[in-house]
């Protein structure tokens, strides 16, 4: 079975330019998360989705950060535009329905986040 | 004052020893208690997650939780070279579903 999924690993953009990270969850997982760490920093939590709704998107640092799941199966997170403290590494994670995380839920390997 | 705290390292500890790593948390409120291991350009792996004050053993690894110090640690016994990565700490705080991180642990086990 594959794992949770994220394209590019790796982005190098310049400031002001958008991007878009995808995420692709394990098949039948309705959770969904977005976390990020930057350099020298834990990783932090940006939003939550069940399904294709925000259950909690209280991280999102500010008005460039746009998430969506449109139809409930992958994700995307779009940063417009981007600053060089957007610079990071973006990881995902799904879990099923109902479970907690000491059950079936996985992070992605991260997309590594270079604004120049 | 984060929520999660963990001492950066590097803990360096030599190959058979026990690696002790060690996180506090600031909301007592706080349910569940995880720890994850990363090796560098990886995903994070859960290898532990405790609920009840005491001790939690599972081969090599022992997680313990005390409540009232609000201090969860981690006990690697006969580290390995292969043991070598950060820990991470995280927490779920009441009323929540997302992970709060601990910025994490940077083990070394020295053949």
């Known amino acids: 079975e594959a794992g949770v999924t994220q394209f590019p690993s790796h982005s190098v953009i310049e400031k002001g330019q958008t991007v878009t990270l995808r995420c692709d969850p394990i098949s039948g997982h309705d959770n969904l998360y977005w976390y990020r760490r930057v350099m020298g920093k834990e990783i932090k939590f940006l939003l939550h989705f069940v399904k294709e709704s925000k259950q909690d998107e209280s991280g999102m640092p500010n008005n460039r950060f746009l998430a969506e799941r449109t139809g409930g199966t992958y994700s995307t997170l779009k940063v417009q535009p981007a600053e060089l403290e957007d610079s990071g590494v973006y990881f995902c994670a799904s879990s099923p329905r109902g479970s907690t995380w000491d059950t079936e839920a996985f992070f992605g390997q991260g997309t590594r986040l270079t604004v120049v | 004052q984060k929520e999660v705290e963990q001492n950066s390292g590097p803990l360096s500890v030599p190959e058979g020893a026990i690696a002790s790593l060690n996180c506090t948390y600031s909301?007592?409120?706080?349910?569940?208690f995880f720890w994850y291991r990363q090796y560098s350009g990886k995903s994070p792996e859960l290898i532990m997650f405790i609920y009840s004050n005491g001790d939690k053993e599972d081969g090599r690894f022992t997680a313990q939780l005390n409540k009232a110090s609000q201090y969860v640690s981690l006990l690697i016994r006969d580290s390995q070279p292969s043991d070598s990565a950060t820990y991470l700490c995280?927490?779920?705080?009441?009323?929540?579903?997302?992970?709060?991180f601990g910025s994490g642990t940077r083990l070394q086990v020295q053949p």
């Open positions: 995280a927490a779920t705080p009441p009323g929540r579903r997302a992970l709060t």
């Open positions: 909301d007592r409120g706080s349910q569940s």
